[in-house]
């Protein structure tokens, strides 16, 4: 009802918005003063403009805005045309004009929903019920083309408002009246147009326009049409109302994001560089919190508090303070807010962070002395912790501003790589091999990889070793010690094997840790996934599944229950605590015999042909692990 009725809404806004213009035009200076001082008085922290400038400004942003309800109106014209055209659609569907039916047999149906065309499409699980066929179609296969939904944000207004997400006590706050300038970086590769153009709206409209120097567009080798001309085209029409504000820089073949991210920092020519993905809208007040905490500390580098714009509905999902983490694979994941942060009792002060996302904030100069992104990031993942190791070992500081958010999409899927890790394998050794010392095999254990010759090329790393020379950067023991204590690195000769685990009775299946919902292990096809991972540890413990290795969360460890023949998995820490039985003695191509039951692990054929572990008097079993380390035959007492 509200969308049928929206081009009469906006005729009434576009109405208003000229009065207020003509207002403007004619009202002395005094009057406009008055009028925009007021407006000052709500935010104490903007310095005053001269008097020109201020109607100047004004009336450039109404004129952005009377642009942006031209745009929607538009947009809902052309709604109202595909409703009425749909409506019409349906009606005829189901009710066909009658053509030469006999009268008896006209019968009226009812009107019926339109057929899921895609029920198992992560779409329209929250979205799209009463989408005719056709517009599912159409949404589906955006969708499949960018991951998020393109049909929806297409329709939905550049500059619509987001709930304001911070803590009411952010709004108390003030910020110094003269802070750096800033240059935003928004990085693409396929994203939708409307998707772009609502980033940029979002941080014309909600950053204080005299501290914003440019915006700068770094298009890294898109294919999508509409990101050509059209974007051009969207590019003027800014720039028409902000001179040389948008700069775009296209790459002539696909560098990736660590290589985007750079180019754009190279074209920054503010004291300040944000760095953002295109798919975000910044939020009310973002800026001016990172502005001040750098003019404060360049060393530091920032991450604003991300919320989630649902792939599907792009509602705002609102998330908590948290601080960006990783795991020994180099994926990162929100961990939890320092305890001496929630001492301090003031929910608008910095946290410290052992990590950034990718999106950042900081002093362009002190990013460019700290040597920027590594262009040798390729494609995606990892890029962010390199970057994270770099700025803590050699002199800089990472922390996440509570009073600065940033609504994010969070895609379903990439549309650039179906399979990401790959990529994610190649970037997380570099980064072990550049910046984690004696760590760096915790990196190769987490990815299953042999120690040595991984057959997997890192590329050129002498430019970050000279940069370690220039800037004496500390090692990773003091980051571990000092920044990410969460991790829990174990000592390489206390690992004796890991890998795959095959029995002899079949070499195509390997020892698995199941369906997570429960903690018992399987014997499953052998593949090259985290749940076929094995840990086997010179004081006994098998840890089974993706390696943890962490303080707050446990590995597995394979347990013999005693009393039945089913073997189980239980968290190691407190399965030793408990005492139980949990450690074994294995040789290569020997039995895993269990140190206090004296039963094998071993398998069985079902009935139904697919085999199960289980504990047993040994028979003549043997097992072999994908990679050994030191001398494993020293733990076998057999
Ligand atoms: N991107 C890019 N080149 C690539 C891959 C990604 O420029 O080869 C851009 C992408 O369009 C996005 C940003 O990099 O703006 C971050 O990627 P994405 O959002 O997929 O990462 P996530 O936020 O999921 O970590
Ligand atoms: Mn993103």
Request: charged share 25%; hydrophobic share 40%; net charge neutral.
């Amino acid at each position: 009802m509200l969308r049928r009725n929206l081009p009469q809404v906006l005729c009434l806004g576009l109405m208003l918005v000229l009065a207020v213009n003509l207002l403007l035009l004619f009202h002395t200076k005094e009057t406009v003063q008055k009028l925009i001082q007021r407006g000052l008085h709500e935010e104490p922290h903007r310095p005053p403009p001269e008097r020109d400038e201020i109607v100047m400004d004004r009336l450039a942003h109404l004129e952005v805005v009377m642009q942006q309800l031209k745009e929607d109106m538009k947009l809902a014209v052309k709604q109202q045309a595909n409703v009425q055209d749909t409506l019409k659609r349906v009606k005829d569907e189901v009710h066909p004009a009658p053509k030469t039916v006999p009268h008896n047999v006209v019968k009226t149906k009812k009107p019926q929903a339109p057929k899921k065309l895609f029920p198992d499409s992560a779409l329209f699980q929250r979205w799209g019920e009463d989408l005719p066929e056709a517009e599912q179609r159409k949404a589906q296969d955006l969708f499949h083309r960018f991951g998020y939904n393109v049909y929806l944000s297409n329709q939905l207004p550049l500059d619509r408002s987001l709930p304001d997400t911070r803590d009411s006590r952010c709004l108390q706050k003030t910020y110094p009246s003269q802070l750096p300038s800033l240059s935003v970086i928004l990085i693409f590769m396929d994203e939708a147009l409307s998707v772009i153009q609502r980033a940029i709206t979002s941080i014309i409209n909600r950053t204080p326009l005299w501290l914003l120097k440019e915006i700068i567009l770094v298009d890294d080798f898109s294919s999508n049409g509409e990101l050509k001309i059209p974007l051009n085209e969207k590019i003027e029409f800014y720039n028409q109302m902000y001179p040389g504000l948008l700069k775009i820089i296209r790459h002539a073949e696909r560098k990736g994001l660590a290589h985007a991210r750079n180019t754009g920092w190279k074209a920054a020519s503010a004291d300040v560089v944000v760095i953002l993905d295109a798919h975000v809208e910044v939020n009310v007040g973002w800026a001016e919190p990172i502005l001040a905490r750098i003019q404060e500390d360049r060393t530091v580098i920032i991450s604003p508090v991300f919320d989630n714009v649902r792939f599907d509905t792009f509602q705002l999902l609102k998330y908590e303070v948290a601080v960006d983490g990783f795991n020994w694979q180099l994926w990162c994941r929100y961990d939890f807010v320092p305890q001496t942060w929630i001492d301090l009792g003031d929910v608008t002060a910095p946290v410290r962070s052992p990590s950034i996302m990718g999106i950042l904030a900081a002093n362009r100069l002190f990013l460019g002395e700290i040597g920027a992104l590594d262009d040798g990031m390729l494609v995606y993942g990892g890029e962010n912790v390199e970057l994270s190791l770099r700025v803590w070992q050699c002199g800089g500081k990472i922390e996440i501003l509570p009073c600065s958010r940033v609504a994010h999409v969070e895609r379903h899927h990439k549309p650039y790589a179906l399979d990401l890790s790959p990529f994610l394998k190649r970037n997380a050794l570099r980064v072990a091999e550049t910046w984690m010392d004696e760590y760096k095999h915790m990196v190769y254990l987490a990815w299953n990889l042999p120690l040595q010759n991984s057959g997997i090329d890192y590329g050129d790393i002498s430019s970050k070793r000279m940069l370690q020379e220039k800037l004496k950067c500390k090692s990773f023991d003091w980051y571990l010690k000092n920044v990410y204590p969460v991790l829990k690195p174990i000592p390489i000769h206390d690992i004796v094997g890991y890998g795959r685990m095959k029995n002899s009775l079949d070499k195509g299946i390997c020892l698995d840790r199941g369906p997570v919902t429960n903690n018992i292990p399987i014997m499953y096809a052998c593949h090259e996934l985290g749940s076929q991972y094995v840990y086997y540890r010179l004081t006994g413990e098998f840890y089974v599944g993706s390696l943890v290795a962490e303080v707050h969360s446990d590995d597995l460890c394979l347990t013999d229950p005693g009393h039945r023949e089913e073997p189980t998995l239980e968290q190691c820490s407190k399965a030793a605590q408990n005492k139980l039985h949990i450690y074994w003695d294995f040789k290569q191509g020997g039995a895993m015999v269990n140190r206090d039951t004296h039963r094998c692990l071993e398998i069985r054929r079902e009935p139904s042909g697919t085999y199960v572990p289980v504990l047993q008097t040994c028979t003549a079993q043997v097992w072999e692990i994908q990679y050994t380390l030191g001398n494993l035959s020293q733990t076998n007492v057999l």
